[in-house]
């Protein structure tokens, strides 16, 4: 596992779609979500529109579908839908396998209008709602989309996913004071679903690629990964809620750093104002930093 420090690098994504979608037979415009941050999402949007419904392909408690592997279940969730919505970014890695079984799904990319996603090595890291401003630009991208395939519910999508915008921009200035004490501060990042958080709250980062699960590093790495801390003045680390805190807990015993499990809006309850309270309860959380 090799210690990685990162810098944000801006990468303008195409959005991925196919022409026509396919009727569905009960007069239902069926939207199909890859996993849980887009479930939430849509959710949002078609909010109370007859004749629309919402459902994910994936369990809430999947975690990142990047490391989802793609089954025949999954396959047969999308069967009847109208549209199926997923983040893009390379996160959903099987539209091929979709597309083969149905050639006239339209996929909307929620991330095609996002520039600031974090990269390394040209490796993009898809996971860009964890960044209050990406996500508003997801929101906007389905809703238009959304609009476009669906045109007798687009003023029904626009005026929901206005409202849903206002809720989360509101984040931002409820918790103005907090995210200006965070910026320009540093912190080592042990989960790859947090670097858009960080790049949102302007801070500086350093990551230790993870995939999710915090394998064990060497004496050398955390050796190297404590020394790079304590030259920079890193008294943070930002942990997913989701994942083993074992290597946190060793680098954090020895450089007297402080963990913070952050949630990353990628696991949870099945609720309209999931998202909201996940990213509160963060900067609630970070308010404590000082």
Known sequence: MALLLSASMGLSISSCAVASAPASDDGTFNIVTSFYPMQILVMNIADGIDGVSVECMSEPNLGCIHDHVFSTEDLMSIEGADVYVENGLELETFNDRILSAYPGLQIIEAASRVTDAPSDEDEVNGHVWTSIDDYVLEINEVADRLSEIDPDHASSYRANADAYIDRVTGLTSDYSDVL????????????????????????????????????????????????????????????????EADIANTIAEESGAVIYELNTCMTGEVTADAYIDQMASNLELLGAMG
């Open 180 to 243: 200006a004490s965070l910026e320009g501060r540093s912190v080592l990042v042990l989960d790859e679903t947090l670097p858009s958080f960080c790049v949102y709250a302007g801070m500086n980062y350093t990551t230790i690629e993870t995939d999710h699960e915090q394998s064990a590093l060497s004496a050398g790495d955390i050796r190297e990964t404590i020394e790079f801390m304590t030259a920079n003045g890193v008294t943070a680390i930002f942990v997913s809620a989701d994942s």
